[in-house]
C-alpha cells in the first residue's frame, strides 16, 4: 500500500508549471532501494551515486503521486525501452538491426537500472551510436566528394514509421545515399531560384540575389554537396559530444512519457526552457516550442510575438535550421530542444533565419526579427459584428489563453478583463456573442470556473478527481448573470485544458451553442511541477541540482460525469477545419490517460428557445453554398494527400516539378478574401492611436477572412429570431 503523502501548495493551472512544492515529506529513510521511498535522503553512504539518489526519488514520486498509480516493473520497462530506442534513433538512420537486438538485453531492467542508478544502456548505446556515426561520416564525406546521378528512378521514404532497421551496414549506406541526394536536390532548387529571382521573402515578395553572377548547373550542383556534407559533419559532431544531461533525459523521460505524455523529468538545465515561451519576460520569436522525436516542432504562436507578425510560422511547422542573421544555418534535427532554443533566442532586434517544413512538405526559410512580445495582445479582446443583411449587433470576445498572476493579488487575470468586455458589449447592445477559444491552450483552473460562471447564476462548472480517488466540485457561487443572451463558443482541436472545461460546462447548462472542428484536444488533466531538490536532506546537498518531475496529478470530468480528457468536447455544430489533416490531439499521443467518467452532480439546466438540430441543419445548408468553406475543404483534402505522400522521388526533374507544384497550391490555398458583409466595430477607449489603429486593422482583416466567424454571426442570428419570437 502506498501511504506516502506529498505536501503541495497548488496554484491549480491546467497546462505547463502548476505547482510549487512548499516542504518535504516526513520520511526519513535513507535506504534507495526502497521502491516506495519519496522522502528525504539522508547522508548517503560512499556506495550511492548521485543517479541512484535521484532515481529513487523519481520512482518514488512517481508511483506515489501520479493518477494512474502505474508502478515501474518490468512491463513498464519495456514499453520504457522502445521510447528510449525512438529518442536515440527515431529516423532509424544509425543502428542496424543486431544493434537493436543488443540493446534489447536492457529492456525489462529500466525498472532495476533505475533503483540502482546503474544506468548501463546509456554507455551501451552510445557506444553504438559513436560507431556508427562515424561509419556514416567516413562514407559520406567519400560520397559528396564527386557528383551524384540524379537520374536514376528511386525514391526516399521520408517517413520513419514506414521503414525498418537496416540489417547491413550496405543497407545503412544506401539509406544515407538516397538521404544525400534529396538534401543536394533541395540544396540545389533553392541556390536556383535564389540566383534567377524566384525565391520569395516571408511576406512572398520576389527577394534579390545575393550576387549577380550566375553559377552553371555543375557549379550549383558542386555548390550544394558542400553545404549538405558541412551541415551533416556539424550533425554527427553534436550527437557524437552528447551531454550526460541530454543521455539522462533520454532515459528518465522514457520511464516518465509511459506513465502519461504530460510527465516529464527537467534536467536542472531545463527547469525554465520546458514548455519554452519566448514572449513572457524573454526577448526572443515568440513561439512555443516541443520535441517531437528527432525535430522540434511549434506547438503554439504568441499572439502579438516576433512570429506571430511574420504570418508565416503556424503550429505543427517543423524547425529544421536555425541561422543568424546572414551566417550559415544551423541544422537542429535531432539536437535538443534546449540546445535549440538557445540558438533560437536573442536580444531585441537581431534576427533569426529559421528555416521550416511546413506539414505539407513545404520547406521555407522565415527571418524573425526578435523582439519583447506584446502582452497585450495575449489578453481577452472584444469587439461588435455586424453581417449584413441582419440587422442584430454580434459581440465578439477572443480569449487566447487563462491567464492570471499568482505572484501579484492585483495583477491581471482574464476573468476580469472578459467580464469588462462584456460590460462594454452590453452598453452597445449586443443581441449575442461569440466567445472565441479556439487555439486556447488553457491555464489558470480558477479563471475556467469564474469564466463559466458569467453565463450562469450558480452552480458546479467541474469536478477534479485527484490519483486517490477523491472527486472535488468546483462550482460558481455568484448569482450574478454578467451575459444573458445567446451565446457561441467557438473551439477548435488546439483547444485544451480549461477551455474546454468553460466549452463542456455551457454546453452541459445549455447556456451555449459549442461551434468548431471536430473535437477538442482531451486535455483534461492537470500537473504539478515538483523541485526534486526538497527531497534530499542537507547533508545531501552535494547531489544537487536534481532537476524537477513535472507529474500528472488530477483528472477532469465534466458535471455529467463524462471526463474531457481523451474524446475533449464535441460540438454541437461541426464546421470544416483548416487543422483537420493533423493528427494533433490527446487520441494520437501514446500512452495518453484513457477516457473515463465519475458520478453526475446535480445542475440547473438552461431552457434555450432554438432546437439544436434545426440551428445545425441551417448551418450545413449555409455551409454547402459558401464558397470560403468549399476553398477551405479543397485545401484540407490537398493537405492530407500531401501528407501521406511519403515517398520522394530522388531524380532532379521530377523533384523539382514536385516541389514547384507544392509551392503553387500552397499560395493557392493561403489566399483568403475578406468578407464585404461583414463590419468590425473598435470599442478601445484609444481608438484614435496610431498604433491601436494598425493593431484594429490586423485583427479587422483576420475576422473578415475568417468563414467560421461569419457562419456563427449566422448561428447567432437565428438563436436570436428564435428567443425573439
Known amino acids: 500500500m502506498k501511504s506516502h503523502v506529498l505536501l503541495l501548495s497548488l496554484a491549480l493551472l491546467t497546462q505547463g508549471a502548476i505547482a510549487q512544492q512548499t516542504s518535504s515529506p516526513s520520511s526519513t529513510s535513507d535506504d534507495p532501494s526502497n521502491p516506495s521511498i519519496l522522502g528525504s535522503i539522508m547522508t548517503p553512504k560512499p556506495r550511492y551515486t548521485r543517479e541512484m539518489v535521484l532515481g529513487n526519488i523519481l520512482k518514488g514520486a512517481l508511483e506515489n503521486m501520479h493518477l494512474s498509480n502505474k508502478e515501474i516493473n518490468d512491463a513498464l520497462s519495456q514499453n520504457a525501452f522502445k521510447l528510449f530506442l525512438e529518442r536515440l534513433d527515431y529516423g532509424k538512420q544509425f543502428l542496424l538491426e543486431s544493434d537493436v537486438k543488443e540493446l534489447e538485453k536492457y529492456k525489462k531492467s529500466f525498472d532495476d537500472m533505475i533503483i540502482s542508478g546503474d544506468l548501463a544502456i546509456l554507455d551501451m548505446s552510445s557506444e553504438l551510436m559513436n560507431k556508427r556515426i562515424g561509419q556514416i561520416e567516413k562514407y559520406i564525406e567519400e560520397l559528396l566528394n564527386k557528383p551524384l546521378n540524379y537520374n536514376q528512378k528511386e525514391f526516399l521514404e521520408t517517413d520513419p514509421k514506414k521503414r525498418v532497421f537496416p540489417k547491413t551496414e550496405k543497407e545503412l549506406y544506401a539509406h544515407w545515399e538516397r538521404l544525400m541526394k534529396y538534401e543536394v536536390l533541395g540544396r540545389m532548387v533553392d541556390l536556383k531560384e535564389e540566383q534567377n529571382g524566384l525565391a520569395t521573402d516571408e511576406k512572398g515578395k520576389k527577394k534579390k540575389p545575393k550576387s549577380e553572377k550566375k553559377l552553371s548547373d555543375t557549379e550549383v550542383e558542386k555548390e550544394s554537396r558542400s553545404k549538405v556534407l558541412k551541415s551533416y559533419k556539424k550533425i554527427f559532431s553534436r550527437l557524437v559530444n552528447e551531454k550526460r544531461s541530454d543521455k539522462l533525459d533520454k ?25 519554452i515561451d519566448m514572449s513572457g519576460k524573454l526577448e526572443g520569436i515568440g513561439a512555443i516550442l516541443r520535441e517531437d522525436n528527432s525535430y522540434i516542432k511549434v506547438e503554439k504562436i504568441v499572439p502579438g510575438s516576433a512570429s506571430w507578425k511574420t504570418k508565416e510560422v503556424e503550429a505543427e511547422d517543423v524547425i529544421l535550421k536555425v541561422g543568424q542573421g546572414k551566417d550559415e544555418p544551423v541544422d537542429v534535427v535531432d539536437m535538443s530542444l534546449r540546445d535549440a532554443v538557445k540558438l533560437i533566442r536573442g536580444k531585441k532586434g537581431t534576427e533569426v533565419r529559421l528555416t521550416i517544413k511546413k506539414p505539407n512538405g513545404l520547406v521555407k526559410v522565415v527571418p524573425i526579427v526578435r523582439d519583447v512580445v506584446e502582452i497585450e495582445e495575449s489578453y481577452a479582446k472584444g469587439t461588435l459584428l455586424e453581417l449584413a443583411p441582419y440587422k442584430s449587433k454580434i459581440g465578439y470576445i477572443t480569449i487566447p489563453k487563462f491567464y492570471r498572476d499568482f505572484n501579484d493579488r492585483n495583477g491581471r487575470n482574464v476573468t476580469d478583463d472578459t467580464r469588462k468586455e462584456i460590460e462594454r458589449l452590453n452598453k452597445e447592445g449586443a443581441d449575442g456573442l461569440i466567445l472565441d477559444l479556439r487555439n486556447n491552450g488553457g491555464g489558470a483552473l480558477e479563471d475556467a470556473r469564474m469564466i463559466s460562471g458569467l453565463f450562469i447564476e450558480k452552480g458546479p462548472i467541474v469536478q477534479v478527481k485527484a490519483h486517490t480517488g477523491a472527486v472535488d466540485v468546483l462550482a460558481d457561487t455568484d448569482l450574478k448573470v454578467d451575459f444573458k443572451k445567446p451565446t457561441v463558443v467557438l473551439i477548435n482541436r488546439f483547444s485544451a485544458s480549461a477551455s474546454e472545461i468553460v466549452a463542456a460546462a ?77 493528427e494533433s490531439g490527446e487520441k494520437f499521443l501514446d500512452y495518453s490517460i484513457p477516457w473515463g467518467e465519475v458520478k453526475a452532480v446535480k445542475y440547473n439546466k438552461w431552457k434555450p428557445s432554438y432546437d439544436i438540430k434545426t440551428l445545425r441543419s441551417n448551418s450545413q445548408e449555409r455551409v454547402k453554398k459558401n464558397e470560403k468553406f468549399q476553398h477551405l ?93
Open 251 to 275: 532515459f528518465y523521460n522514457a520511464v516518465t512519457k509511459v506513465f502519461d505524455p504530460h510527465t516529464n523529468y527537467l534536467v536542472p538545465e531545463e527547469k525554465e526552457d520546458f514548455d
Open 506 to 582: 455551457l454546453q452541459d447548462y445549455g447556456r451555449a451553442v459549442i461551434v468548431g472542428g471536430e473535437f477538442s484536444h482531451g486535455k483534461g488533466t492537470v500537473q504539478a511541477v515538483v523541485d526534486l531538490d526538497g527531497y534530499v536532506s542537507p547533508m545531501a546537498k552535494s547531489y544537487s541540482p536534481l532537476g524537477a518531475l513535472k507529474i500528472t496529478i488530477q483528472k477532469f470530468y465534466r458535471v455529467n460525469g463524462s471526463s474531457t480528457q481523451y474524446k475533449g468536447v464535441t460540438p454541437d455544430i461541426i464546421l470544416p477545419d483548416q487543422f483537420s489533416h493533423l
Open 633 to 725: 475543404v479543397d485545401s484540407i483534402k490537398w493537405y492530407k494527400e500531401q501528407k501521406e505522400k511519403t515517398k520522394r522521388s530522388l531524380v532532379a526533374a521530377d523533384y523539382e516539378k514536385e516541389r514547384k507544384a507544392i509551392r503553387e497550391m500552397s499560395d493557392v490555398f493561403k489566399k483568403e478574401e475578406e468578407s464585404k458583409n461583414l463590419v468590425v466595430k473598435d470599442l478601445s477607449p484609444n481608438s484614435k492611436d496610431k498604433a491601436q489603429i494598425e493593431k484594429f486593422d490586423e485583427f479587422s482583416k483576420t475576422l473578415k477572412k475568417d468563414a467560421v466567424i461569419e457562419e456563427s454571426v449566422m448561428i447567432l442570428n437565428d438563436m436570436i429570431k428564435k428567443t425573439k419570437s
